[in-house]
């Protein structure tokens, strides 16, 4: 499992200046920016359904082992997903972080279908406390375990953000699989307890 220690946050672009405009011709109205998600206070979180690629999973927590290496749940309970602790609860600014294993000896486990997530793709985290946080998928990339950009993954963030992790790659007995693919997602509503979306 990738090493999870804290990073900064990347820089984000400077966005290009609009052109000079020479004609008297009113400006077209911007449509107006969504307004941003109220972030929510600290509750743990209890369940995670990604409902275009069937996953409705409890989670477990997690935490890191004496070499800050995230813990995945136990190979023996596949359907399970597991939430870091440590890090933001779901809807908690910062960068929030769900493992699960892609499969195991018997067959295909929870994260099994995460690389066919697409864009726009929406992820629901329940949380002991009735709410429930929704992310909207950024993302979806494949890093071999060699290169796994730990800052660009696991760095802070000022909005609610999601990575989901699972394994990847080519795999082999001795070593196990070769990568990680990782969800990137981004907070876009949260719902009050016995409301569905």
């Given at each position: 499992?990738?090493?999870?220690?804290?990073?900064?946050?990347?820089?984000?672009?400077?966005?290009?200046?609009?052109?000079?405009?020479?004609?008297?011709?009113?400006?077209?109205?911007?449509?107006?920016p969504?307004?941003?998600?109220?972030?929510?206070?600290?509750?743990?979180?209890?369940?995670?359904?990604?409902?275009?690629?069937?996953?409705?999973?409890?989670?477990m927590?997690?935490?890191l082992?004496?070499?800050?290496?995230l813990?995945?749940?136990?190979e023996d309970?596949?359907?399970?997903?597991?939430?870091y602790?440590?890090?933001p609860?779901?809807?908690?600014?910062?960068?929030?972080v769900?493992?699960?294993?892609?499969?195991?000896?018997?067959g295909?486990a929870?994260?099994?279908?995460?690389?066919e997530l697409k864009?726009?793709?929406?992820?629901?985290?329940?949380r002991?406390?009735?709410?429930?946080?929704?992310?909207?998928?950024?993302?979806?990339?494949?890093?071999?375990?060699?290169?796994?950009?730990n800052?660009?993954v696991?760095?802070s963030?000022?909005?609610?953000?999601?990575?989901?992790?699972?394994?990847?790659?080519?795999y082999?007995?001795?070593?196990?699989?070769?990568?990680?693919?990782?969800?990137f997602?981004?907070?876009?509503?949260?719902?009050?307890?016995?409301?569905?979306?």
């Amino acid at each position: 499992s990738p090493d999870l220690s804290p990073g900064s946050p990347t820089p984000t672009p400077t966005p290009a200046p609009s052109p000079v405009r020479t004609s008297a011709a009113p400006r077209p109205k911007a449509a107006s920016p969504r307004p941003a998600p109220r972030t929510l206070p600290r509750s743990r979180a209890t369940r995670i359904v990604i409902p275009y690629i069937g996953v409705d999973a409890a989670l477990m927590d997690l935490g890191l082992d004496s070499e800050r290496r995230l813990g995945t749940p136990p190979e023996d309970k596949p359907e399970l997903a597991g939430w870091y602790t440590d890090g933001p609860s779901p809807g908690e600014p910062g960068t929030a972080v769900a493992v699960g294993h892609l499969d195991t000896n018997t067959g295909p486990a929870v994260f099994g279908g995460l690389g066919e997530l697409k864009r726009g793709k929406r992820i629901e985290v329940r949380r002991a406390d009735g709410r429930t946080a929704v992310y909207t998928v950024d993302t979806i990339k494949a890093y071999e375990k060699d290169k796994f950009p730990n800052r660009l993954v696991y760095g802070s963030r000022d909005r609610p953000e999601l990575r989901l992790i699972t394994c990847g790659g080519t795999y082999d007995r001795r070593t196990g699989y070769s990568g990680n693919v990782v969800v990137f997602a981004h907070l876009t509503a949260t719902r009050e307890p016995g409301r569905k979306g």
